[in-house]
């Protein structure tokens, strides 16, 4: 069996978008969506313009004037929020998502990692039909033994010294013009972008000066990813980001997780080992920053989140990363347009894929969880129109490390319980679930008891808490402990008040 070539993944997924029903009733879509991919499996994807679309694709006349008719940017932006929404969704598990980044027109194909296509089989040698002369391959195989562990103690060394990265990188693409609305970058990392399960797409690292690139092993586990293996490398050392940006108030989000120091790492140590400091348009804002500690643990993510961030004088954000007693370091950076004294709420569904309300609102897939386990219920609960929020739980002995700026915030709990129990006897359910809650170690719930609350099994309930605040590490840290069987939640939602 012949392995299948990227370009017929990449046809094979066109196919899938274009028969998903996602242009039934845009059909102008679909035109501006077959084009753009039929240049681009074409080998011209360079000569997809604004005025080459409006032309061809939307049938606007030769004298079409992009400065007047915005229809290709209006379309483009309505094509991209489809994509995004259908790999959400139906498109998740593809094994290539198609992507149309921010501000350009030519569609970006993306390895997703799920459903490759196995490589064939090597050749098999034609069996020997002569006798063997065994003497004859004693020498060549003894050299090429001598090889083999002269190849392994070489590897075996540099596994042990790798080389050492290179100092005072400095980034050498574009600088003046401003970054997308939103803007995700993946810090040393120097791929392909990369789609989140969320739908997002993750940039290599840009704007950067100074400090190296190291990646993270594939298989060097790190507690509260967004993705397995999202943080594929970090950028440590003295350095800084100048982001070119356009005017307005913007909600940064900052990751760490310290895979180099603390217990099982390669350097040892525990908190305290790395202290550093980062500060945005010069003014401190992280003082004595100690990831390893405020995470908790080493290998553990670390979002810290910033509202109100906007470009300095000059249009640009300024970033800088100062080593305290060892090396400052940076894995990702997020950029998102927000409204002034407010940051976007969070919502999560404990379930594998992002859901969207019947107030049309998306609810991320299951995230900054640690522990517990995650399943799918399909008994449907009979008295809530956002049926979609409880068809997953998450349950055991977990906690939740959602990032937060400082503020006060409304957090919603919705439960149900759908394992013990049915709607017509839910008697038999009583005791058999209780637990408690707990909010930066102050109790929201105790000895709690869905089927109670509910009023009886297959039933939702919302359980709501105000004036709840970040602790000092920028996290509001939810704890489900079981008391009798397991804790469990569906969802959760939490919204800046004040």
């Given at each position: 069996?012949?392995?299948?070539?990227?370009?017929?993944?990449?046809?094979?997924?066109?196919?899938?978008?274009?028969?998903?029903?996602?242009?039934?009733?845009?059909?102008?879509?679909?035109?501006?969506?077959?084009y753009?991919?039929?240049?681009?499996?074409?080998?011209?994807?360079?000569?997809?313009?604004?005025?080459?679309?409006?032309?061809?694709?939307?049938?606007?006349?030769?004298?079409f004037?992009?400065?007047?008719?915005?229809?290709?940017?209006?379309?483009?932006?309505?094509?991209?929020?489809?994509?995004?929404?259908?790999?959400?969704?139906?498109?998740?598990?593809?094994?290539?998502?198609?992507?149309?980044?921010?501000?350009?027109?030519?569609?970006?194909?993306?390895?997703n990692?799920?459903?490759?296509?196995?490589?064939?089989?090597?050749a098999?040698?034609?069996?020997?039909?002569?006798?063997?002369?065994?003497?004859?391959?004693?020498?060549?195989?003894?050299?090429?033994?001598?090889?083999?562990?002269?190849?392994?103690?070489?590897?075996?060394?540099?596994?042990?010294?790798?080389?050492?990265?290179?100092?005072?990188?400095?980034?050498?693409?574009?600088?003046t013009?401003?970054?997308?609305?939103?803007?995700?970058?993946?810090?040393?990392?120097?791929?392909?972008?990369?789609?989140?399960?969320?739908?997002?797409?993750?940039?290599?690292?840009?704007?950067?000066r100074?400090?190296?690139?190291?990646?993270?092993?594939?298989?060097?586990?790190?507690?509260?990813?967004?993705?397995p293996?999202?943080?594929?490398?970090?950028?440590?050392?003295?350095?800084?980001?100048?982001?070119?940006?356009?005017?307005?108030?913007?909600?940064?989000?900052?990751?760490?997780?310290?895979?180099?120091?603390?217990?099982?790492?390669?350097?040892?140590?525990?908190?305290?080992?790395?202290?550093?400091?980062?500060?945005?348009?010069?003014?401190?804002?992280?003082?004595?920053?100690?990831?390893?500690?405020?995470?908790?643990?080493?290998?553990r993510?670390?979002?810290?989140?910033?509202?109100?961030?906007?470009?300095?004088?000059?249009?640009?954000l300024?970033?800088?990363?100062?080593?305290?007693?060892?090396?400052?370091?940076?894995?990702?950076?997020?950029?998102?347009?927000?409204?002034?004294?407010?940051?976007?709420?969070?919502?999560?569904?404990?379930?594998?894929?992002?859901?969207?309300?019947?107030?049309?609102?998306?609810?991320?897939?299951?995230?900054?969880?640690?522990?517990?386990?995650?399943?799918?219920?399909?008994?449907?609960?009979?008295?809530?129109?956002?049926?979609?929020?409880?068809?997953?739980?998450?349950?055991?002995?977990?906690?939740?490390?959602?990032?937060?700026?400082?503020?006060?915030?409304?957090?919603?709990?919705?439960?149900?319980?759908?394992?013990?129990?049915?709607?017509?006897?839910?008697?038999?359910?009583?005791?058999?679930?209780?637990f408690?809650?707990?909010?930066?170690?102050?109790?929201?719930?105790?000895?709690?008891?869905?089927v109670?609350?509910?009023?009886?099994?297959?039933?939702?309930?919302?359980?709501?808490?105000?004036?709840?605040?970040?602790?000092?590490?920028?996290?509001?840290?939810?704890?489900?402990?079981?008391?009798?069987?397991?804790?469990?939640?569906?969802?959760?939602?939490?919204?800046?008040?004040?």
């Amino acid at each position: 069996m012949n392995a299948v070539t990227p370009s017929e993944l990449e046809r094979a997924e066109i196919e899938n978008v274009l028969q998903s029903g996602l242009f039934n009733k845009a059909t102008r879509l679909g035109k501006f969506f077959r084009y753009i991919c039929e240049r681009h499996l074409d080998g011209h994807a360079d000569e997809i313009k604004e005025y080459s679309i409006a032309l061809e694709a939307l049938g606007r006349p030769a004298e079409f004037d992009p400065k007047k008719d915005s229809i290709v940017r209006v379309e483009a932006h309505r094509l991209r929020k489809r994509l995004e929404e259908y790999y959400r969704g139906p498109g998740a598990a593809h094994a290539v998502h198609i992507a149309i980044p921010n501000g350009q027109y030519r569609p970006l194909f993306i390895t997703n990692g799920a459903g490759n296509p196995p490589a064939a089989p090597a050749a098999l040698p034609p069996p020997e039909t002569r006798p063997k002369r065994r003497w004859l391959w004693v020498i060549p195989a003894a050299l090429a033994g001598a090889g083999v562990i002269a190849f392994l103690s070489l590897a075996a060394h540099k596994k042990m010294h790798p080389p050492a990265p290179v100092a005072n990188e400095i980034w050498t693409g574009p600088a003046t013009e401003p970054v997308a609305a939103e803007f995700r970058i993946l810090a040393g990392y120097h791929g392909s972008p990369m789609m989140d399960r969320q739908g997002h797409l993750w940039g290599a690292d840009a704007y950067y000066r100074g400090g190296s690139s190291t990646p993270i092993p594939v298989d060097h586990l790190i507690e509260a990813q967004p993705d397995p293996h999202f943080l594929k490398a970090r950028r440590s050392g003295r350095f800084r980001y100048d982001i070119p940006l356009r005017q307005g108030t913007y909600e940064l989000h900052l990751y760490f997780a310290e895979t180099e120091f603390g217990s099982g790492n390669p350097g040892g140590g525990g908190d305290s080992t790395r202290v550093f400091q980062v500060s945005i348009n010069g003014a401190p804002r992280l003082d004595d920053l100690d990831p390893l500690a405020q995470a908790g643990a080493p290998n553990r993510l670390l979002e810290r989140v910033f509202k109100d961030v906007r470009p300095a004088t000059d249009s640009k954000l300024h970033l800088n990363f100062i080593p305290g007693n060892a090396p400052a370091f940076l894995n990702a950076l997020e950029l998102l347009p927000s409204a002034p004294g407010r940051i976007h709420p969070v919502r999560i569904v404990a379930q594998a894929n992002p859901v969207t309300d019947s107030d049309g609102r998306l609810w991320a897939a299951d995230e900054y969880y640690c522990g517990g386990t995650l399943v799918s219920r399909h008994d449907l609960v009979v008295n809530s129109a956002e049926k979609a929020l409880y068809q997953g739980e998450r349950f055991g002995n977990f906690s939740y490390h959602i990032p937060l700026a400082p503020g006060k915030y409304r957090l919603t709990l919705h439960f149900a319980e759908t394992w013990f129990g049915t709607p017509e006897s839910h008697e038999a359910a009583l005791d058999s679930r209780i637990f408690g809650v707990f909010a930066n170690g102050t109790a929201l719930l105790r000895d709690y008891q869905i089927v109670k609350d509910a009023g009886g099994s297959n039933r939702g309930v919302d359980k709501i808490f105000d004036n709840l605040e970040p602790n000092a590490q920028g996290m509001l840290q939810l704890e489900f402990v079981p008391v009798k069987n397991y804790a469990e939640v569906n969802a959760i939602e939490v919204v800046e008040t004040d």
